[in-house]
Protein backbone atom coordinates (compact mmCIF):
# COMPACT_ATOMS: atom_id res chain seq x y z
CA UNK A 1 0.00 0.00 0.00
CA UNK A 2 1.07 3.68 -0.74
CA UNK A 3 2.25 5.41 2.64
CA UNK A 4 -0.67 7.86 3.32
CA UNK A 5 -2.88 5.92 1.23
CA UNK A 6 -5.45 3.82 1.99
CA UNK A 7 -8.56 2.57 0.46
CA UNK A 8 -11.97 3.52 0.78
CA UNK A 9 -15.11 1.47 0.50
CA UNK A 10 -17.99 2.73 -0.64
CA UNK A 11 -21.28 2.53 -2.60
CA UNK A 12 -21.51 5.90 -4.90
CA UNK A 13 -19.55 3.52 -7.50
CA UNK A 14 -16.52 5.38 -6.75
CA UNK A 15 -13.41 3.26 -8.02
CA UNK A 16 -13.10 -0.77 -8.56
CA UNK A 17 -16.28 -2.79 -7.58
CA UNK A 18 -15.63 -5.62 -5.32
CA UNK A 19 -17.48 -8.81 -5.42
CA UNK A 20 -17.80 -11.42 -2.52
CA UNK A 21 -16.32 -14.17 -4.70
CA UNK A 22 -13.63 -16.49 -3.86
CA UNK A 23 -10.88 -17.66 -6.31
CA UNK A 24 -9.41 -20.00 -5.18
CA UNK A 25 -5.42 -20.96 -4.46
CA UNK A 26 -6.04 -24.06 -5.04
CA UNK A 27 -8.47 -26.08 -7.27
CA UNK A 28 -11.73 -26.63 -5.33
CA UNK A 29 -15.32 -26.08 -6.81
CA UNK A 30 -16.94 -22.78 -5.75
CA UNK A 31 -20.44 -22.70 -4.92
CA UNK A 32 -20.79 -18.92 -4.03
CA UNK A 33 -21.13 -17.08 -7.46
CA UNK A 34 -22.37 -13.68 -6.83
CA UNK A 35 -21.39 -11.74 -9.49
CA UNK A 36 -24.91 -10.13 -11.07
CA UNK A 37 -24.50 -7.00 -8.28
CA UNK A 38 -21.16 -5.79 -6.63
CA UNK A 39 -21.03 -5.69 -2.65
CA UNK A 40 -19.47 -2.49 -2.97
CA UNK A 41 -16.92 -0.36 -4.24
CA UNK A 42 -13.17 0.41 -3.27
CA UNK A 43 -11.98 3.53 -4.20
CA UNK A 44 -7.88 3.18 -4.48
CA UNK A 45 -6.32 5.83 -6.65
CA UNK A 46 -3.66 3.69 -7.84
CA UNK A 47 -5.94 0.72 -8.98
CA UNK A 48 -8.96 2.87 -9.82
CA UNK A 49 -9.27 0.80 -13.40
CA UNK A 50 -11.53 0.62 -15.46
CA UNK A 51 -13.14 -3.46 -16.64
CA UNK A 52 -11.00 -4.26 -13.57
CA UNK A 53 -12.73 -6.11 -9.90
CA UNK A 54 -11.77 -7.28 -6.22
CA UNK A 55 -12.34 -10.62 -5.26
CA UNK A 56 -11.54 -12.52 -2.60
CA UNK A 57 -8.84 -15.20 -2.18
CA UNK A 58 -9.09 -18.69 -0.70
CA UNK A 59 -6.56 -21.51 -0.06
CA UNK A 60 -3.14 -21.44 0.74
CA UNK A 61 -1.31 -22.51 -2.70
CA UNK A 62 -0.15 -19.40 -3.96
CA UNK A 63 1.63 -18.42 -0.45
CA UNK A 64 3.59 -16.61 -0.09
CA UNK A 65 2.86 -14.15 -2.80
CA UNK A 66 -0.77 -14.18 -2.38
CA UNK A 67 -2.45 -15.41 0.92
CA UNK A 68 -5.65 -17.30 2.05
CA UNK A 69 -7.87 -14.08 3.27
CA UNK A 70 -6.29 -11.57 0.88
CA UNK A 71 -7.92 -9.44 -2.17
CA UNK A 72 -6.72 -9.30 -5.34
CA UNK A 73 -8.21 -7.00 -8.23
CA UNK A 74 -8.39 -8.74 -11.60
CA UNK A 75 -8.98 -8.08 -15.10
CA UNK A 76 -10.44 -10.39 -18.18
CA UNK A 77 -7.86 -10.85 -20.72
CA UNK A 78 -10.70 -11.01 -23.61
CA UNK A 79 -8.18 -12.34 -25.78
CA UNK A 80 -5.75 -14.99 -23.90
CA UNK A 81 -6.52 -17.75 -26.71
CA UNK A 82 -4.62 -15.58 -29.05
CA UNK A 83 -1.65 -14.37 -26.31
CA UNK A 84 -0.98 -14.51 -22.93
CA UNK A 85 2.19 -13.31 -20.85
CA UNK A 86 3.27 -16.57 -19.23
CA UNK A 87 4.98 -16.43 -15.77
CA UNK A 88 2.34 -14.00 -14.74
CA UNK A 89 -0.19 -14.79 -11.86
CA UNK A 90 -3.67 -14.87 -13.28
CA UNK A 91 -7.33 -16.00 -11.93
CA UNK A 92 -8.24 -19.21 -14.15
CA UNK A 93 -12.50 -19.63 -14.52
CA UNK A 94 -12.66 -23.47 -16.04
CA UNK A 95 -16.00 -24.20 -17.73
CA UNK A 96 -16.58 -26.69 -15.31
CA UNK A 97 -17.07 -24.01 -12.26
CA UNK A 98 -13.86 -24.12 -10.54
CA UNK A 99 -11.93 -21.04 -10.14
CA UNK A 100 -8.22 -20.72 -9.18
CA UNK A 101 -5.15 -18.40 -8.96
CA UNK A 102 -1.88 -19.31 -10.58
CA UNK A 103 1.53 -18.35 -12.49
CA UNK A 104 0.68 -19.39 -16.23
CA UNK A 105 3.33 -21.17 -18.29
CA UNK A 106 3.57 -22.70 -21.59
CA UNK A 107 2.22 -25.98 -21.33
CA UNK A 108 3.75 -29.61 -22.56
CA UNK A 109 1.71 -28.74 -26.39
CA UNK A 110 -0.02 -25.44 -27.92
CA UNK A 111 -3.40 -27.42 -26.56
CA UNK A 112 -2.36 -26.71 -22.84
CA UNK A 113 -1.50 -24.77 -20.18
CA UNK A 114 0.63 -25.12 -16.88
CA UNK A 115 -0.53 -23.71 -14.03
CA UNK A 116 2.10 -23.69 -10.98
CA UNK A 117 1.54 -22.42 -7.28
CA UNK A 118 4.01 -20.40 -5.62
CA UNK A 119 3.67 -22.33 -2.70
CA UNK A 120 6.30 -25.74 -3.34
CA UNK A 121 3.61 -28.05 -1.26
CA UNK A 122 1.32 -27.83 -3.93
CA UNK A 123 1.80 -29.58 -7.34
CA UNK A 124 1.81 -27.90 -10.57
CA UNK A 125 -1.12 -28.66 -12.85
CA UNK A 126 -1.65 -28.72 -16.94
CA UNK A 127 -4.94 -27.52 -17.76
CA UNK A 128 -6.14 -27.82 -21.68
CA UNK A 129 -7.43 -24.68 -22.77
CA UNK A 130 -10.68 -26.01 -23.97
CA UNK A 131 -11.03 -26.42 -20.45
CA UNK A 132 -10.80 -22.81 -19.73
CA UNK A 133 -13.61 -20.17 -19.58
CA UNK A 134 -12.40 -16.93 -19.02
CA UNK A 135 -8.60 -15.86 -17.60
CA UNK A 136 -8.15 -12.43 -15.53
CA UNK A 137 -4.96 -11.18 -14.52
CA UNK A 138 -4.17 -10.48 -11.27
CA UNK A 139 -2.74 -7.04 -10.95
CA UNK A 140 -2.26 -6.52 -7.33
CA UNK A 141 -3.27 -8.53 -3.77
CA UNK A 142 -4.01 -6.81 -0.61
CA UNK A 143 -4.66 -8.02 3.05
CA UNK A 144 -7.93 -8.41 4.49
CA UNK A 145 -7.74 -7.06 7.74
Known amino acids: MLKGEMPVKNFK ?3 SPY ?6 ANFELVYNNQTANP ?3 IDF ?15 K ?3 PEISNGDMVLIKEVPS ?11 GIVTCNGFRTIKRVKKG ?25 AHIFKVLCAVKKF
Open 13 to 15: KLG
Open 19 to 24: YNVDFM
Open 39 to 41: DYY
Open 45 to 59: EPFNIPGAVWCNVSG
Open 61 to 63: SME
Open 80 to 90: WQDYLDFDDIY
Open 108 to 132: SSKDTFTLVPANPDYESQEIKKEMI
